[in-house]
């Protein structure tokens, strides 16, 4: 995600051992998206706010103000080049970071002591462990919504807002309080929103899973999908936007039950889908491993399909397949391309981006719209 | 989590009484839209297709139950009884009315939250790992950068007409959260 | 009358609920796209577009949005327009259900 940023701070270590940022700067989706170039590969964490100050005093005076289409911090990078902006960027730095003068540091120390870690418990976990191997549908749920916690007796829940058919990132108010409420009783007090727009509860003791797994599942907030098929992300399109050129919600709510009444989201395994309304890309589906951007085409929704995107360290832009789908074909047209990755993958270990990696996208193509129309589209 | 300062406090609240002020001169034809419209963006208020539409930025992806039992009552008084959580870690409400938008900024600020710089040419929410001071391959929490970050941007004179808008992610791990 | 010229009806925004209406020959603002006013004539259509965008204390963004003649009334040609005659598809929310109680 630091890739497609206007600025992405991706924390690493010096050779030294000390820690510092990678900063990566003029990434972004929506009309041109580019993934970001790396103007220092080591900054110092006390040098954090003189350093952003410079990149956006640069941008201040750079950026391009007579055309909104060219105007970000992506495109003046582009433009004046990695060695030349990065020139400016350290010279501004060398003036901004007298003036800072450890007032920063201070108010940073005083910060820090507000994200001090809770009061962890310490408690057997053994009930858990042997109701995981008991319940197979706790087990279901375990096995994709919960993440590692650095202190072993813990984990990271991912409620999950995705349930089949419902408006991705949606909470009714009732669903808020009961997450609130949980959050007091098993999570220490602390909740995080994802930018794929699900509820995270970071501090879950194991042994209180099995019924915050119930009380969840009561509120409809244990769907069992995080990071396959039907957790997708969508932006609200236009069921909602003004600049939206074609509708997202329905498409991921069909997409999410035609593919649980098919019962193939397990088997296809870890996927994202990330689906746009217009090419602003709100739905981030340059990054998606399968991304779907509607659009107005004389007159009609129209679904153009990208593969390929990854929205982690190792980002890439998806590739366009070809033509698109009407709205009516969009899901059909979905389903062609995983029927066709679970018919070619070597095994059930190898995901949809390994394997997409692996073949190109020759098969898929072929998949969507037959040998004839891989020829017309070469 | 990170307490809102007197400084911080009395910011969002003189923005709050601004806004009442700026919406009621727009409701008895004082202010044009068009003087209007770029004072209902700063602080979060599009008009989309349907309606309004607010945008409260939850700043680095993190709420406490109080934040979040307010974005409830929020939904249940002034909406339809629900919010959209998006891509960007923050929470939109589809049908606010005009005449609403001050009482609501005001229940936001009740609970420290606000929706200044969710719109227009300024330094956006930043966002942060999800996992955030969990997460085993961590090497720090970037929430406190985050939060300072937050500090500096939030009303930065220097930036508050920049070219375009601007949007900052900082992540604590090296390896991106799944 | 310019027989090139696309049918329109005026649109816009309510400024208090921000709800879609349609303005109506007798100069109402309607929920109803049946309801609105079908402009065959460029200069007229220009006449409306002014006369709505002076009512700067009822509506917000008025603009001309195609549209044709059908059996109630005027009917949108784009799905954009006919998105906003409803409300979104997730929910029967906005003038769908408004417009049912």
Redesign the interface.
């Known amino acids: 995600m630091t890739k497609a940023h206007d600025i992405g701070l991706r924390m690493v270590r010096n050779a030294g051992g000390e820690p510092g940022f990678e900063v990566i700067v003029g990434g972004g989706l929506g009309r041109t998206p580019m993934i970001g170039t790396t103007v220092r590969d080591f900054l110092p964490v006390a040098d954090l706010l003189p350093y952003v100050e410079a990149v956006l005093s640069v941008y201040n005076t750079l950026g391009r103000r007579d055309n909104k289409y060219k105007a970000r911090i992506k495109i003046t990078v582009h433009e004046t080049g990695k060695a030349e902006i990065s020139r400016m960027i350290e010279d501004r730095f060398a003036e901004l970071r007298p003036l800072f003068g450890g007032g920063d540091q201070a108010v940073l120390a005083d910060i820090r002591t507000a994200f001090a870690p809770p009061a962890f418990r310490d408690a057997p976990v053994a009930a858990h462990d042997a109701f995981y191997r008991a319940d197979p549908v706790f087990r279901s749920w375990a096995d994709t919504n919960l993440a590692a916690h650095r202190n072993a007796q813990y984990a990271i829940v991912t409620i999950s807002l995705k349930a089949h058919g419902q408006?991705p990132g949606?909470a009714t108010s009732d669903q808020m309080r009961i997450i609130a409420d949980l959050a007091e009783r098993y999570g220490h007090s602390d909740l995080r929103i994802s930018h794929e727009q699900n509820v995270i509860l970071p501090h879950v003791h194991k042994s209180d899973l099995p019924v915050l797994h119930a009380a969840l599942v009561k509120a409809g907030l244990g769907t069992a999908n995080v990071g396959l098929l039907s957790d997708i992300i969508a932006c609200p399109g236009?069921?909602?936007c003004a600049l939206a050129t074609a509708?997202s919600?329905?498409v991921a709510?069909e997409l999410a039950t035609h593919f649980e009444a098919l019962k193939l989201e397990h088997d296809i395994g870890p996927l994202k889908i990330k689906i746009s309304g217009c090419i602003n890309a709100c739905g981030h589906h340059h990054v998606g491993h399968i991304g779907i951007l509607g659009l107005?085409r004389a007159?009609?929704?129209n679904y153009q399909i990208t593969l390929g995107g990854d929205g982690t360290e190792t980002a890439v832009i998806g590739e366009k397949t070809g033509p698109g789908f009407a709205y009516d074909e969009i899901v059909p047209a979905i389903e062609r391309i995983l029927r066709a990755y679970l018919a070619l993958r070597t095994d059930p270990g190898e995901t949809f981006l390994q394997a997409y990696r692996r073949v190109g996208l020759g098969p898929f193509k072929t998949a969507l719209y037959g040998e004839i129309g891989q020829k017309d589209a070469a | 989590m990170y307490s809102y300062s007197d400084f911080d406090e009395a910011f969002v609240r003189s923005r709050v009484a601004q806004f009442t002020d700026q919406v009621a001169r727009?409701?008895d034809?004082s202010l044009?839209?068009d003087e209007f419209r770029p004072l209902r963006l700063m602080n979060g208020l599009y008009?989309?297709?349907?309606?309004?539409m607010l945008r409260v930025a939850i700043p680095y992806g993190t709420l406490s139950p109080r934040q979040m039992r307010q974005l409830a009552f929020i939904a249940d008084t002034w909406d339809?009884g629900y919010g959209h959580f998006t891509t960007r870690q923050n929470i939109q409400f589809?049908?606010p009315?005009?005449?609403d938008a001050p009482a609501i900024l005001g229940a936001l600020a009740d609970v420290e939250m606000h929706a200044i710089q969710t719109s227009g040419n300024t330094v956006r929410n930043v966002t942060a790992d999800h996992f955030a001071g969990a997460t085993a391959d961590e090497i720090d929490d970037p929430r406190p950068y985050a939060e300072l970050l937050r500090q500096w941007s939030t009303d930065h004179p220097e930036f508050q007409f920049l070219p375009r808008k601007f949007k900052i992610a900082i992540t604590g791990s090296p390896v991106t959260a799944p | 009358m310019n027989r090139s010229f696309a049918p329109k009806v005026v649109t816009a925004?309510r400024?208090?609920?921000?709800?879609?209406v349609y303005l109506t020959a007798d100069d109402r603002w309607s929920l109803v796209h049946h309801e609105a006013e079908l402009i065959e004539d460029e200069a007229h259509a220009q006449m409306r577009l002014l006369h709505a965008a002076a009512q700067?204390?009822v509506v917000?963004?008025a603009y001309l949005a195609d549209a044709k003649p059908g059996p109630n009334g005027p009917e949108p040609?784009?799905?954009?327009e006919e998105?906003?005659t409803r409300?979104?598809?997730?929910?029967h929310?906005?003038?769908q259900a408004d417009l049912t109680t």
């Open positions: 408006t949606d236009m069921d909602y509708r919600i329905p709510q107005d007159g009609v929704e | 727009r409701l034809g044009s839209e008009l989309q297709l349907h309606a309004y339809k589809n049908w009315k005009l005449p | 925004n400024l208090q609920e921000g709800d879609v700067k204390l917000v963004g040609t784009h799905f954009r998105f906003r409300g979104p598809s997730n929910y929310h906005g003038k």
